[in-house]
């Protein structure tokens, strides 16, 4: 079987049950690979079942509601007074029940579950879209002060005239490292964009959401020298279809060239894929010599359930690429050794909290439902048996946002913001910002500040919008927030007002 010009939709039942792990012990794992099998077949039919929610609004709501929610012989629903709640679930209850004392017929015949949840999040998207029409940010400018809740700041550019800046990372010595998704490593000196990129690099397949992505250097840096690189690889198969996956190597910095390179990670040949999506991928380190990095499950969305791939994964090894010998799936051989969690779609942020050590990630739903996760080793995060979106083409991918054994993200975004970045501050610069986790938003071009109390968020702030694609986030070593920018591609600093 080969599928690496396949998409989702266009696997049969066969071929998902050969992306399955075999069958496992509950004790390793929680999910018995027969119970697994018949989830993702249950879900994987009933999306090929399931009819476009946009066209079923159009005939079943609109003539009530109206096609933009604000109302006809029934209530507006862009003011968000809903009779009888407006969380999800409240939503969800009064399509599926209706309301005969104002009208409203109960869908429970005309709609599955999965098409009732699809309906909310469609409902949450045409209230979103009508209250940001409504509240316009402003578009502010270099050294244009912009007042939020805890701090006073403008934001200066400190880079311009990069393509598709990606991520960013601190030396020592007052250097920045900046990727282009292309596939360069820019370096910005003393304030200034370096005129060549750094030489040497490996040949990269910068095609769709693939190229150079990640960079960060060794905690250790002053001692090693190391930096890492996380890219788009890629080789011809033999059907001569040109397939790639997410590497992760290391190597130095000397006179502007790339030398003593090193494999961190590459993944076996059944793991690259055609599809140029969903590579991921963010680069974590802890305190105790381990590197993090998270890897998407490259467009296919069994791929993240299954054990023996590491695809869809977020994963664990030392700081050489070498395996630990307490991670989760050590020792079995119908998983890769190096998984730390699994069930993710597309988690392009990771940030560990420098007092906590707790590692967080956020990754892209699909039409809704971008999450917010605290990773746990060997804990599954259910995509794609539970999310709280649906397929981009206005399909349900599956009726289910819980399961048992399966995590809950801490928060999610539905409509999606386009998540990607994050990163935590501890500096001083903006004291009032201690311990807050800083969100980026690729769609709406947002940048978030969330507070957190444990595991919880407790508020959320839209910094501001519309000044480009915010793709990363970093805390810089003098106290200030670093922000990078797509369409325009430039590296901002935020610096607080007094």
Known sequence: MNLSGSTPSELDHMELLSFLPPRRTPQKGGWLGLGLAVLLLTSAAAAAAARNISDLFATSCANCHGLDLRGGSARNLITNTWAYGS?????????????TNRGMPSFQAALSEAEIRAMVVLLREKIAKAQTETNVFAKPIDGEIVSSAEHKFRFQT???????????????????????LPGRLRIIERGQLQTNAVAGIPKIRAAGQGGLMEVAAHPDYNKNGWIYLAYSDSFTNANKKEVSM????????KANQWTDEETIFRAAPESYMAPVYHYG???????QGHLFFSLGERSIKVMAQNLTLPNGKIHRVHDDGRIPANNPFVGQSNAVASIWSYGHR??????????????WSTEHGPRGGDELNLIQPGRNYGWPLVTYGMDYNGTPITEFTTRPGLEQPVLHWTPSIAVCGIDFYFGQKFPRWQGNLFVTALAQQELRRLVLAGQRVVSEEVLFKNIGRVRDVAAGPDGFLYVALNKPDKIIRLEPVK
């Open 87 to 99: 969380d999800d679930a409240s939503i969800a209850r009064v399509i599926r029940e209706g309301d």
């Open 281 to 287: 991928c963010r680069l974590v380190f802890d305190d």
């Open 246 to 253: 997410t590497t992760v190597i290391r190597g130095r910095i």
């Open 158 to 180: 400190i880079a311009d005239g990069l393509e598709t800046p990606w991520s960013m990372a601190f030396l020592p010595d007052d250097r920045l490292l900046v990727t282009e």
């Open 346 to 359: 597309n988690p392009q942020g990771l940030a560990r909290h420098e007092k906590t050590g707790a590692l």
